[in-house]
Structures are given as C-alpha cells and as structure tokens.
C-alpha cells in the first residue's frame, strides 16, 4: 500500500491536530472530514483539502478510504466506530473510548472479529520518557505509585458537554484517564479501585472537583491518584505526574522528563537529603499519528502502544473509580 487514504470524524480541536499531522505525511493523503457542524466540517475540509460531510455513514460509502479516525465527544462513541468496523476499516480513536462501558465492550468484540489494525489517543505512552520510565522499572518491585492531575479546565471551559456528568463522566474519565493510563502502562493492571469525590470550588457543575483515587495493582502494588480541574486554568505542568517507589529509589515521570533518586552509599540519615543521586532524562518520542499510519500502510499492528482493547482497560478503571465514589466502597475489576 503506497498512499494512506484516510477519513475523520469529528472536526474539533484535537481532531483538527491529527488532521494537521495527517497532511503533512509523506505517502498520507486526508480524503474525508465530518463533523455535525456543517461550518466547521467545512473549515476542516478548506484547511486540509479534503471533502466536507455532516454524515459519518455517507463518508464511509466511499470507496478510497483505507483508514479512518475519530475525535468526538466521550458521550459519541458507540454507533459511528461500529460502522467503520462493518467497512473492515482499520481507526484511530481519541481517548476515553467510551462513556458507558458496556458500549466498548461491544466495540471491542467487533474489533477482535473483523480483525482489523487499531489505535486509542494514549499518545503519552509515546513519550521518550514512557520508554525510559518502563525499561527502567522492567523486573522491579514497585511498592508505591502516586499520580495526579491538577488543571483549571473546568474553570476556563467552553465546552458545556465536558461539565456534564452524564455527557462526559468527569474528569476522571474526560481527562485524567491519560494519567491513569501511564500508571497502568508503568506499573501494570490495576485490580481494585476505592475513591472519594468533592465538590469543593465550582458548586454550579454536576461534576466533582476533587478527587482521591487508590489503586491495587495486580502485582500487589499500591497507587494513589489525585486530581481537580478547579485549579489555575493556565498551569498544565501538575497534569499526568506520575512517582513510583521502588526498592530504594524514586522515579518521577512526567511528559517531558524522568528523574531516578537513590541513596548514596556510606551517607547518614541527617545527609539524606544532600546525598541523592539525581539523573534526568528526556528524549523525543514517536508520533502517535505516524504509528497508526506505518501499521496500516504494512498490515503490522506491532508498533502501536494502545490498541482498543488495551484503551479498553484504561476506561474500566476511570468508571469504577467513579462507582467507588458514588457507593462509597471497594470495587474490583
């Protein structure tokens, strides 16, 4: 296969990232955009020089499209990627893959029965970081990892469907999945989720603003997860942290970097402090886009970090964490 002919659902901001990306490509032609915005499908389509559609079963009908992406609002998903698996098209889908679980379990099923090549926007596990961070904890015991994301998003929000509980199921699921996703990439499958939630600081969302999540790994380790999105809505550097003990170091991740502590040999307690041994690294990382677009133009899935099923878990963990706030109690996965 020598040109990509690729398709997109949705034509909203991230949307319009990967279209960008998708453009530039070498070998990657944009065919398609839809949007329910017939305006903003056809900004989409002007900027990229696709063609415009308002429907995603009529753009499916074409006949030149060997892949397809979505970027939609949580509460979309379900009907418009079943009609891309019935096409047997290979799709790259934004994170959370969906707001109700049963709905990508449905998905995920179709998918394993067509057979076909997928990718969910975890694009954080494509971090030259991600890759440090996992070779470095490959084989160790983890005692502890803590993650947190604390933004202003909902403070500086224009989207009316991402403070609807219903619609997006918060920020758990909207937004801090991607940390929960690292910590789950980083550490391993998480088991049992327990958790409380606040509404501390914008008492006019049927959201909470505050959350404490605590994870049991399947490897026995244990993970906190705190997160708001009642912070400064200009400061994005306390979202996806992630720091996790082992034996006796500490490894903090975060996008742009990993930093390995450990005691020197030979220091007092009281020199503690003054004697960890310190290393950062950072390096650039591959282009989630570019991957997506590499496995379908060889049939090779092997590259991509994220595949449905795996997105799949990432979303299970986000809705019990959730479930364990509301009942107030454990629940294992």
Avoid at 284 to 310: C, H, K, M, N, Q
């Amino acid at each position: 296969m020598n040109e990509i002919c690729i398709g997109f659902i949705g034509c909203g901001d991230n949307a319009r990232g990967h279209q960008g990306r998708y453009v530039e490509f070498d070998g990657v032609r944009l065919v398609a955009v839809c949007d329910l915005d017939e305006d903003r499908a056809g900004e989409a389509a002007a900027d990229t020089g696709a063609a415009a559609y308002t429907d995603y079963r009529e753009m499916l009908e074409r006949d030149d499209l060997d892949a397809v992406g979505i970027s939609v609002p949580v509460h979309a998903h379900g009907a418009l990627e079943l009609a891309v698996v019935e096409r047997g098209l290979p799709f790259f889908v934004e994170k959370p893959v969906a707001r109700h679980l049963d709905v990508a379990l449905e998905i995920e099923e179709a998918v394993a029965e067509a057979g076909i090549i997928t990718s969910v926007g975890y694009q954080l596990r494509y971090c030259g970081s991600a890759d440090m961070a996992r070779d470095t904890l490959s084989g160790e015991a983890v005692s502890l990892a803590v993650g947190r994301y604390w933004s202003g998003s909902a403070r500086n929000n224009t989207k009316a469907w991402m403070t609807d509980l219903e619609k997006s199921g918060g920020q758990l699921l909207e937004q801090a999945t991607h940390t929960i996703d690292m910590m789950r990439y980083l550490i391993g499958d998480v088991v049992e989720v327990s958790a409380r939630h606040a509404n501390r600081q914008l008492a006019d969302l049927n959201c909470p603003d505050a959350h404490v999540v605590t994870m049991e790994f399947d490897s026995g380790a244990l993970g906190s997860l705190t997160t708001t999105w009642a912070y400064d809505p200009l400061d994005w550097s306390e979202t996806n942290r992630v720091d996790v003990l082992y034996a006796d170091r500490l490894l903090r991740w975060s996008r742009e970097t990993v930093s390995i502590h450990e005691r020197r040999e030979g220091v007092e307690d009281g020199e503690l402090r003054a004697a960890m041994a310190v290393g950062e690294f950072s390096a650039p990382g591959a282009s989630i886009d570019e991957v997506f677009v590499e496995a379908v133009r060889t049939d090779d899935p092997r590259d991509i970090l994220s595949p449905y099923s795996d997105g799949v878990k990432s979303l299970a963990v986000s809705l019990a964490a959730h479930e364990a706030g509301e009942k107030g109690k454990a629940i294992r996965l």
